[in-house]
């Protein structure tokens, strides 16, 4: 290798020394042509190679390196080589001698270049590019400064670090945020760090950087504007506004964790800084063209920007163990934004953030209250002229929403301030509920769920209950009508119900189905807030003397009752009609009952397609839109909010009202194994963004919460209806998948495809049972030594460690699972046959399965011949399919080791299946049948010895498919040494004047 590098280095001088004169001949091209190839050549090595050779000569190599970056011809092929070199990860001690970049030099070679670049950069793609490349050179250097600052011995502050934190500082200046991402990514790990974090030079540019960084708060740069020196370089980096959008949010984040960091180091500055901006955003006055901003308008950017910066401080000012600033300056901030009025519905949108934020502070001005709940309740009602509760816009129903979530965001986080003046908050609300074109059915629910979160804090159960039974009051009468459980009694009176078999009716306030519809949707809406808000107190003490204890355990431990369990439990069977009917309508006969103008009503809607694929919908500012939805839209969302509401009722029960609500309802499990049957009587019936729902949103925390005393009687039937058709439907839907990646279909042409859709659906489900079977199988047990448990990880030899560091076995409800024999045949085919599906995370997460499941059916007598070989050949069939992914290879050539070493002590047929791999090595096989029986090898060896018995048939990578392997033999040698004579001829020489004696003729 030295040799190698001195090969390098010399070419490299003597291709560059031509080129620094001026001149343009055929010489000197051919010599920049030597010099570039070699600079592309040193990046292959430099990463790996030790860095001795890189540092050798006084740093040649980094010299050399930094001067040819001023020069056009060598500079982007120069920074490649340098930022590979300065992103080496090792040892302090191997990164210590990069810190020579920190040198008057280097630091001046790499700014003056920087500099050239910037001032083309806006005009110039290949000047940008460069500058990006420069920008993740001295980003790396201070990633590096950090990692070696403090841990390595003799770094400290290195010189001209100064002059080094105003070029990050001129590089977060820049109007490009891509060049941004990298610089303010470099200050937070500065300001974490300890050590750097107290330096007075990095304190002396802060009050700088929180300038530069609220600047960067605003959201400017889309491409497709021209409002600010930031969208030429978005033009550059960004194809679309979507694309810009998506990386903002990352930007932002970074940006307001710096001013978080700031704030825990010097709360003064950044308070002073936010003072100053709300000051000057209040003098601020609206103009657009409508009256009222849009996404673009100056003022709304600035009343974004400061919200942010606002709750960024807030956050963390509280936290910081500097000094802290007076609580004064605060409740003056506090006065004057709630002193602002405005009729802009994004500005007032902005103003309920920072009210959001300074909440914290109320208990130091509790005077400030009744104004802070006018302001939020003015927000509540906000309206334009001329809009009603049917056509308000965008703008304006984005303002009541937030309003109504940020109440109760303050009664969750401060209901001890609040519940003094429940009375008259309760008050308040009723009165503004009472007018029926005033608010929707989601914002009088979100209303009612503050004031059950402010409820809470009466730490009384009779209250509590009585409460909750008043605010369901309307609730229960509409939900428990003659007309609603008729509605719930047959699949047809449901549909009639809402409309699904009737033409489609313009406008939505002619629509009576659409009234009936919004009352279901506001009833199990209500009936999900209180299950989710409703709590017993925290304090054991304060549960007691509330009355909140039911019962006592055998062990000493109180048993807690909701004040909610006794309202919600009456509701709660004719949900379960609901869901049963809403599954029914999916039977053929059904379907085509439906009128032509809904056949798509079934049918997820576009916006939901791109969440499926995880595409974001279109950035477009339409907040003067008045969003009404034609009624096939209408029908999608109350048939799609309905049923995930339903599944997420169900599956908060257990979680929030207590075990009371499995002891109470043991007709939950029936009701749903009939409604399950009905579903699955045809695997093909129920789509599959409805069974995600089901399995994610009910079974698995349902599961999850159930008393062990009631596994029996509301898991187990459960499982044993669900569990045999969800492997039917499985196999079923993969066997396509599989069919179609075995014809060469790729279904991501059309990335918005209806199979690209399926395709993706399928494997979310797939998931999701995977994490369902997780919570019935497996109880992993871990060790309490954090310590232990990562040494055991490291280690390669010590398998008896690394089994100790997560030992899976099954729970109880795995053991009941697998004793009953109409669950546990559906549930090995699943795992099993999942470990060849074409998704490595399904395999990955099976895997964790196989290994518990057979020992427990070993230690039951349950495992034949048949099952053996089928186990142990899926566990071959995933190898095949998933070998080329390094984590997968991993743990299937480990879990076939411990299939065949536990199935074959019962001398059943496993062995068979190792002869008949295709060219599998038979003294191998044999080899690792004596290991076995010795006992004394140990599972490394053994686990290679496996590794090369299986090899034929592990997967790998397309590019690695019948590749023809090319040995090359040893060449011969071009220049053949003659070895030397032994010293017995008899032509020896005895002195050295015998070498000019003429010899005999």
Request: contains cysteine; proline residues 5%; charged residues 20%.
């Amino acid at each position: 290798m030295s040799e190698l590098f001195t090969f390098f280095m010399q070419n490299l001088q003597a291709s560059i020394g031509p080129t620094l004169s001026m001149g343009d001949t055929r010489e000197i091209k051919v010599c920049v042509k030597v010099a570039q190839s070699i600079l592309s050549a040193l990046t292959g090595y430099v990463d790996w190679i030790n860095i001795s050779y890189i540092v050798e000569n006084n740093g040649y190599l980094l010299s050399t390196l930094c001067m040819l970056l001023s020069n056009r011809s060598y500079q982007i092929y120069a920074a490649d080589v340098l930022l590979i070199i300065i992103s080496r990860k090792g040892k302090p001690e191997e990164r210590k001698p990069l810190m020579i970049l920190f040198c008057e030099e280097a630091m001046h070679q790499i700014l003056t270049a920087a500099e050239g670049a910037s001032l083309n950069s806006a005009s110039d793609e290949y000047s940008f590019s460069f500058l990006k490349k420069l920008c993740q050179v001295l980003t790396a250097i201070g990633d590096q400064l950090n990692f070696l600052w403090g841990h390595a011995e003799g770094i400290k502050r290195p010189d001209n670090f100064e002059t080094y934190l105003q070029a990050i500082l001129a590089i977060t200046r820049h109007p490009s945020k891509m060049l941004g991402i990298h610089a303010y990514s470099l200050w937070v790990s500065f300001l974490r760090h300890k050590e750097i974090s107290q330096d007075a030079l990095l304190h002396a540019i802060i009050a700088n950087l929180v300038d530069v960084s609220s600047k960067s708060l605003l959201k400017v740069g889309f491409p497709s504007q021209n409002n600010h020196e930031s969208c030429q370089y978005s033009r550059y980096d960004f194809d679309s506004d979507l694309d810009f959008n998506l990386f903002f949010s990352r930007f932002r984040a970074e940006v307001a964790e710096v001013v978080r960091q700031i704030t825990l180091l010097r709360p003064a500055t950044t308070l002073q800084y936010i003072s100053h901006w709300i000051n000057s955003v209040l003098s601020l006055t609206i103009g657009s063209e409508a009256g009222h901003c849009n996404l673009s308008s100056p003022s709304f950017l600035e009343w974004d920007g400061m919200s942010i910066f606002l709750e960024s401080v807030m956050s963390r000012i509280q936290q910081s163990k500097a000094e802290q600033p007076p609580p004064d300056k605060i409740i003056v901030i506090f006065k004057s934004v709630l002193e602002y009025n405005t009729q802009d519905p994004l500005i007032l949108s902005c103003i309920l953030s920072c009210i959001s934020a300074l909440f914290p502070y109320l208990k130091y001005a509790q005077e400030l209250l009744p104004v802070i709940l006018q302001k939020i309740f003015s927000s509540v009602v906000f309206s334009l002229p001329g809009q009603t509760k049917s056509n308000r816009s965008k703008a304006v129903k984005n303002v009541r929403r937030h309003a109504c979530s940020g109440l109760v965001r303050i009664c969750k986080q401060y209901p001890s301030l609040l519940a003094p003046a429940f009375d008259e908050f309760y008050e308040h609300i009723k009165k503004i509920s009472s007018d029926p074109d005033q608010l929707s059915q989601m914002e009088k629910c979100t209303l009612m769920e503050a004031l059950i979160l402010i409820s809470n804090d009466f730490k009384d159960f009779d209250r509590q209950s009585k409460f909750i039974g008043e605010i369901l009051v309307s609730v229960k009468n509409m939900w428990m009508s003659d007309e609603i459980q008729s509605a719930f009694s047959s699949p047809e009176q449901f549909m009639s119900f809402i409309g699904v078999d009737q033409a489609a009716v313009e406008p939505s306030s002619a629509d009576t189905c659409g009234i009936n519809r919004s009352h279901i949707i506001y009833c199990i809406n209500n009936i999900l807030g209180v299950i989710k808000r409703s709590r017993c107190p925290e304090e054991e003490q304060a549960c007691r003397s509330g009355r909140f204890v039911s019962n006592w355990l055998d062990n000493g431990q109180p048993v807690y009752k909701n004040p909610a369990t006794q309202h919600i439990k009456e509701l709660l069977p004719n949900l379960l009609n609901l869901i049963k009917v809403m599954n029914t309508l999916w039977e053929p006969q059904y379907i085509q009952r439906r009128h032509p103008d809904f056949a798509q009503a079934y049918h997820l809607g576009e916006t939901e397609k791109l969440t499926v694929l995880g595409i974001q919908p279109p950035y477009v500012d339409n907040m003067d839109f008045q969003n009404n939805k034609c009624p096939l839209e209408r029908m999608q969302n109350f048939l799609g909010t309905a049923y995930d509401t339903s599944c997420h009722i169900l599956g908060n029960a257990g979680q929030c009202l207590g075990p009371d609500i499995y002891f109470e309802i043991p007709s939950l499990a029936q009701h749903f194994t009939q409604s399950s049957m009905i579903i699955f009587g045809n695997p093909q019936l129920l789509p599959e963004y409805k069974m995600k729902s089901l399995v994610r949103i009910f079974l698995r925390p349902y599961i999850q919460h159930c008393p062990l005393s009631c596994y029996q009687t509301c898991i187990l039937p459960l499982l044993t209806a669900f569990c045999p058709l969800m492997q039917l439907r499985l196999t079923a839907k993969w066997t396509i998948i599989d069919q179609r990646s075995a014809d060469g279909v790729l279904v991501d042409d059309n990335p918005e495809s209806d199979e690209c859709v399926e395709d993706q659906l399928t494997r979310q489900v797939t998931r999701e049972y995977a994490e369902l079977l997780n919570s019935v199988l497996l109880y992993v047990k871990r060790q309490d030594d954090q310590q232990t448990n990562s040494e055991a990880m490291n280690s390669d030899d010590n398998s008896e460690k690394q089994s100790n560091v997560k030992e899976p076995k099954l729970s109880e409800i795995g053991q009941l699972v697998m004793d009953n024999e109409s669950v546990y045949p559906a549930v090995i085919l699943v795992i099993f046959s999942g470990l060849s599906w074409d998704d490595t995370s399904i395999c990955h997460k099976f895997s964790t399965f196989c290994l518990p499941i057979v020992k427990y059916m070993i230690e039951k007598g349950r495992v034949t011949n048949e099952l053996a070989v089928f186990m142990f050949s899926r566990v071959l069939y995933g190898l095949q399919q998933h070998g080329e992914h390094e984590m997968n290879q991993y743990m299937l050539l480990g879990l076939g080791l411990h299939i065949y070493q536990t199935l074959v002590k019962l001398n059943v047929c496993v062995n068979q299946v190792l002869t008949n791999i295709p060219n599998a090595p038979v003294e191998m096989i044999d080899k690792l049948k004596r290991c076995l029986e010795e006992r004394k090898t140990s599972e490394k060896k053994l686990k290679d010895i496996f590794k090369k018995i299986v090899s034929p048939i592990i997967g790998v990578s397309l590019g690695e498919k019948f590749k023809r392997e090319v040995k090359i033999e040893n060449l011969p040698q071009m220049f053949r040494r003659r070895r030397k004579e032994n010293d017995n001829s008899e032509d020896k020489i005895n002195d050295i004047s015998s070498l000019f004696r003429p010899q005999p003729k």
